[in-house]
């Protein structure tokens, strides 16, 4: 028998996968001697480079441009290394023990203790282990980087009751779409949305890391990067 | 947010979501 048809993804669902960024390269520069200082200013770039495609990204979102333009950038500053972890979890999945970065940056366990990430990667690799028990699929990823951001209690909201309803409608996108493709779990959503703990924490963690590198001043940042640092902190 | 401008500059510039 074949398969039952499957129920048309939300609106919301399709939007976001679309919206979904082209995959980013990291690119070490040649020129740089090999060592923490070379795999921290790689890192450094990427996250520079992807913060202009998650802004890009976020403008996307159903609802997002609606809200103030201080309230966007509230959400950001608030959510966007949530957004990088995410991005990097999900990457990872189809690897074992291997944090892929970029899709020409994967670092392992000695790597990262290499450069001074052994911490982050045993907490980002926590998560990645907490998303492939889910099995977690592209769709929920994408309803769950946006929820992320809607989500990222950030004390300077204008219009909270904006921002409630934005959530609301991804919230509502994520409960519809496992209520139509895995019936067989209906806490599937609660589920999901249970990871989102970790990935603030996990996010907190990576956000202090990065400051205390900037503060000791040996890695070069671009300007975009250390102004989202330095509004985490 | 004088100390944020490039995240207010590309909120304000980039693609719209027409584009999409």
Not at chain 1, 25 to 47: F, V
Not at chain 1, 70 to 91: C, H, K, P, T, Y
Not at chain 1, 121 to 148: C, D, N, P
Request: with cysteine.
């Amino acid at each position: 028998l074949p398969p039952p048809p499957k129920k048309p993804l939300t609106k919301i669902v399709s939007h976001l996968l679309v919206a979904e960024p082209e995959k980013i390269y990291a690119m070490p520069d040649p020129s740089l001697p090999e060592g923490d200082i070379k795999a921290l200013t790689t890192l450094c770039d990427l996250a520079d480079r992807e913060l202009v495609v998650i802004i890009g990204w976020a403008k996307h979102i159903p609802g997002f441009s609606s809200l103030s333009l201080g309230d966007q950038m509230s959400l950001l500053q608030s959510a966007w290394m949530e957004i990088l972890i995410l991005s990097v979890v999900f990457r990872s999945l189809p690897y074992e023990d291997e944090l892929v970065y970029a899709e020409d940056y994967v670092m392992d366990e000695g790597h990262s203790r290499l450069t001074g990430l052994l911490d982050l990667y045993g907490s980002i690799l926590h998560l990645v282990r907490r998303y492939k028990k889910l099995k977690v699929e592209k769709e929920e990823f994408v309803t769950l980087k946006a929820i992320a951001l809607t989500n990222s209690d950030s004390m300077h909201i204008e219009d909270v009751e904006a921002v409630q309803k934005l959530q609301d409608s991804l919230h509502e996108a994520l409960q519809e779409y496992e209520g139509g493709e895995h019936q067989e779990d209906p806490q599937r959503a609660g589920k999901l949305l249970m990871t989102l703990p970790l990935l603030r924490q996990t996010a907190a963690k990576a956000v202090q890391h990065f400051y205390s590198i900037k503060v000791q001043g040996k890695v070069p940042m671009h300007k975009l990067f250390l102004e989202m640092l330095e509004a985490k902190v | 947010k004088e100390k944020h401008k490039i995240l207010h500059r590309l909120l304000q510039n980039s693609t719209s979501p027409v584009d999409l």
